[in-house]
Structure formats: C-alpha cells, structure tokens
C-alpha cells in the first residue's frame, strides 16, 4: 500500500524545515533484507527458543548458547544485506536531512549502508566483546576466525568472548541510552520505523521526542502503540515502499 500522498507531503515539509532530525529503528526495517522479527514474520522464533539468548543461560552453558548464536547470527542471518529503506536513511544522513539514527537492531546494516552516527541501543553482532578484559573485536575475518572453535577465547587473555549486543536480562549500555534520550529530547522531527514499541526502555524514546516539541513520523506495515497517541504522520507500507516514496518525494538522488 502506497501511502497517502497528503501525508507524505507533509513528513516531507517537516524534514525539510526540521533542524535536528532522529530515527528510531527496528526489526521492522530489516524484514525485507531477510531478517525475520520476534513478532509476527517467518516464525524463526517459533523454532528456535530465544532463552539461549538469556544471560544467565550464555554464562551457563556458553558453548550451547554460542552454538545457536553463531548458527543464526553469523551464519544464517550473517549474510544479509541493506535494503532501500536502509539506504534511504543513509542518503538522508548525507544529504544533513537526518542527523542520528538510534536502532533498537544488532545486525550491522546501518552502518554497511553507510550511516555514520548511528547509536546501537542494543549492540550488535558486529562486534566481541571479552567478559573478562573487556577487549573488543570488530573485524569481520578476525570475527569469523574466532568463532572456529567454540566458545570463543579472547586473544588477549583467553578469558570467554561474548557477542557485544544486549541478551535478555542485561543492562541497555549506558552511553548509549545516555546518547538516545538526549537525541530523542533534542529531535525537531523524530521518525519510527518497524518497530513495535513493546521493548522497554527504547519504546519510551518518541514519546520522549513527542513532548519535547518533535513532529513524529511513524513507518510501519500496520499500526502500533504509537499509531493513536505519539504519531503525528503515520505512513503505513512497507519500510523499502515508504522510504522509496520519501526519497522521491524529498528530491533525493542516489548520486552523492
Ligand atoms: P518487533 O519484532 O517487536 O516489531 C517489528 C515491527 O516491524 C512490527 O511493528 C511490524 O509491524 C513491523 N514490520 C514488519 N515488517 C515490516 C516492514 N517490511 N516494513 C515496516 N515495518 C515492518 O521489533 P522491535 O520493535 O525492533 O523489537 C524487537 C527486539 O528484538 C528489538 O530489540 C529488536 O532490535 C530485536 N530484533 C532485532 C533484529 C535485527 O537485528 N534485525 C531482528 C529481530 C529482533
Ligand atoms: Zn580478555
């Protein structure tokens, strides 16, 4: 479904006339390069039972947790790739029409489209980080070297290398939530894009752009908890249709 084009004039004005512009993204917006979401979707989640995603479970039985973890996110969903409302987003950064992209997702296709300010709420499977020393590795082949043997150790101190993207029952990196609310607070325009708004805290960030003055700009197949009370302009589609739309409509070319 194609939005409604009175709508889509005017996110477009409001993007166009906004100073500090922020999205919020989630699994929504990754659908379409493949990656089922928790909710709905090809039921990936149905099979595989997200508790080896538990903290308490990876610290217990680290090599059964890193066996699904390495199957299912460098494997089977290692190999997607960004789609167009991915690059749209990433255009719009370059063309200063977006400023920061906070994302509640830990697959990385942010950034391979290009984003450069783009805080990971959730940290990413992009890269390791060591219960032990707390080193980090974020180089892809270094990345895939080390998940050869399983669990995998830490170069540095051999201590067990965990992925850096937040298992359920851990903490929201501080800084990074720190980063977010102060974005959302700041944003003129606040745009939400697949996600359902049912993961805590995160979900609280576009009522926070809402009542610090931001227009919301809500995208999304279907409605959602947003869609009565937060949204201001909701366009309803697929996220690769809407933002497709919105990069004609605001006159973007492909070309840098
Ligand atoms: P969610 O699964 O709760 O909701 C997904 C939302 O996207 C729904 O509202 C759905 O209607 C919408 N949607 C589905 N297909 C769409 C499309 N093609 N275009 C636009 N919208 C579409 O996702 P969430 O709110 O992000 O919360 C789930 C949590 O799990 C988050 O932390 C999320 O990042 C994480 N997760 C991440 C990934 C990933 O990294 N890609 C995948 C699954 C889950
Ligand atoms: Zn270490």
Redesign the pocket.
Known sequence: MMPFESDLNSAVNSIKKSRYTVAL?????????G???????DGL?DRVDPAFLEIDYFYQHPRKSWKLIREIFYQY?GS?RPNK?HEVVALMESQHLLHTVI?????N?HQQAGNQDVIE??GT?GRLICTQCRETISDAIKINELLESLPPACPQCGGLLKPDF?FFGEMIPPRASERSFAAAGKATVFLI???????FP??LLPERARQAGATVIE????P?TYTTGTTDIFLQ??????MEALQNALELSNAE
């Open positions: 993204t989630g699994a929504g917006i990754s659908v379409e390069s990656i089922p979401p928790f909710r709905g979707g989640w969903l997607a409302a994302t509640q997702n830990i697959d296709l709420f959730h499977t937040v894009i697949g996600t359902s708004g049912e993961v995160a979900a995208i999304n197949t279907a959602t589609g697929k996220a690769t249709v809407v």
